[in-house]
């Protein structure tokens, strides 16, 4: 502080000893006129100095700082790491922002942040998509005007946040939000945006499933009681009778021995993330097994040709693929009516190991085959069931093909036959 006041009056003071000098030396005269002098000189520098402040400070710049000397420099010099830290500052900030903007943009739920009266103040991109919001165009605008659902309005009103809202936006009517208001800060709002579409999907393919398989269960099970009731009611039944009922009672629980059998297996495929147990498996023998199976499923009602076109082996799962190929034969059997031909193949295709069955049976409208591998889809219900069929034998063939990376190609054509096969790729050929 010293320093700066001696530094300051540095000129006036030296100049005054001047002045006094001249005065002894010369008068009084020629030393006001010369300290008048001086005074002008060092007012009229102080006023240059201030005016390029004044220019400076209008449009701040590092690079175009002015330079000056005397105490203004000091000033200056001042001036300059001030402004050098606020844009240091400002830097900072500005990487943090982009942090945070990246961070939540990153985020798989759609984020907003509303105002107390429910204006939006920022949105990340997640957010746009979902409420079809513009985060440039639609900044501080009501989120009820642009979200316009009475469901959504009336949830926003009622702030009871409870519990979260499920909805459909309306611009996007495939797709299911369930959305989170949480309230923060001065009246603030967070609302959360999750896309439960596929959550909702599977929800629904559960519940279809129990109800699915709560009916298939329930028809054998009503037919064993019916048959236990009767017999438990009538003394005077026939030995023959008895034993139609026995029959029939064995048929029933036949069938749901089949069908806990393949709810086992699908259960098994689906939960089993394991890659296949690899071993060499001998296919032209595990056909010639399967075919004396088919043979006696058949019971000489059709004429059944093997051909082994290609003896290559293929690398996989035995119990799965004897699985796998013993089910489309089956299929086949079952819907060729008496008389009717089947193929069965092992052969290649462009390096690729091909099994296929192919029949002159009752065929597939276009229309069905994409759904075929559903679990308990059926083209016809009562075929499928008095053949013994439990509805999941073409889900349980798509997950065996899956474990293999292999394809399940279907070709169809009402009343005139199909043509079942799994496609392997080249890598699954062993010799
Ligand atoms: P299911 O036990 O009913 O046979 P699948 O999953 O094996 O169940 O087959 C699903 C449906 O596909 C069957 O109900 C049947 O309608 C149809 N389907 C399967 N294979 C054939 C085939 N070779 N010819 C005609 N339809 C078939």
């Known amino acids: 502080m010293l320093d700066y006041w001696f530094r300051a009056s540095l000129p006036v003071i030296s100049s005054t000893l001047v002045a006094l000098l001249i005065w002894a030396i010369f008068s009084v005269i020629p030393a006001l006129l010369f300290m008048l002098a001086v005074l002008l000189f060092l007012m009229a520098r102080h006023a240059w100095q201030l005016f390029k402040l004044s220019r400076w400070l209008a449009r701040p710049d590092l690079q175009t700082i002015p330079a000056a000397s005397g105490i203004w420099d000091e000033a200056f010099s001042l001036l300059y790491k001030m402004v050098k830290r606020h844009q240091q500052t400002k830097l900072d900030l500005a990487a943090e922002l982009q942090h945070i903007e990246l961070a939540t943009s990153a985020m798989p739920d759609g984020v907003a942040i509303l105002n107390a009266v429910n204006r939006i103040e920022w949105c990340n991109p997640l957010a746009e998509h979902h409420f079809g919001l513009n985060a440039q165009r639609d900044i501080m605008q009501d989120i009820t005007y642009l979200v316009r659902q009475p469901v959504f309005i009336e949830y926003l009103h009622e702030a009871n946040f409870s519990e979260p809202l499920v909805m459909t936006p309306a611009r996007h009517d495939d797709l299911r939000l369930s959305i989170k208001i949480i309230n923060y800060g001065d009246n603030k709002k967070l609302l959360i945006s999750r896309d439960i579409t596929q959550l909702e999907r599977i929800e629904t393919m559960r519940r279809d499933f129990v109800a699915n398989v709560s009916h298939e269960l329930r028809t054998p099970l009503t037919v064993v009681n019916g048959f236990v009731e009767n017999l438990q009611d009538m003394d005077d039944l026939s030995h023959a009778q008895i034993s139609r009922a ?186």
Not at 311 to 331: C, T
Not at 332 to 358: K, N
Not at 361 to 385: K, N, W
Not at 401 to 424: D, M, P, Y
């Open 246 to 431: 026995l029959f029939l009672m064995a048929e029933q629980t036949r069938r749901m021995d089949n069908l806990v059998a393949d709810l086992l297996t699908l259960s098994r495929l689906e939960n089993d993330h394991t890659p296949v147990r690899e071993e060499v498996v001998d296919i032209p023998a595990l056909l010639r097994t399967i075919y004396q199976d088919g043979l006696s499923l058949s019971a000489d009602k059709h004429t059944i040709h093997l051909e082994i076109a290609s003896e290559k082996n293929l690398s996989g799962n035995y119990d799965d693929l004897r699985s796998a190929f013993g089910n489309l034969l089956s299929n086949a059997i079952r819907y060729t009516p008496a008389g009717g031909e089947i193929l069965v193949r092992w052969g290649e295709r462009d390096g690729q190991p091909v099994f296929s069955v192919q029949d002159s049976g009752i065929g597939i409208a276009q229309h069905h085959i994409p759904r075929l591998t559903e679990r308990f889809y059926r083209v016809d219900r009562s075929r499928s069931r008095e053949t013994g069929g439990t509805g999941l034998g073409l889900a349980i063939v798509k997950h065996i093909a899956l474990r293999h990376q292999a394809k399940l190609e279907i070709l169809s054509s009402e009343n005139k036959g199909s043509t079942f096969s799994i496609v392997f790729p080249p890598k699954r050929a062993a010799n």
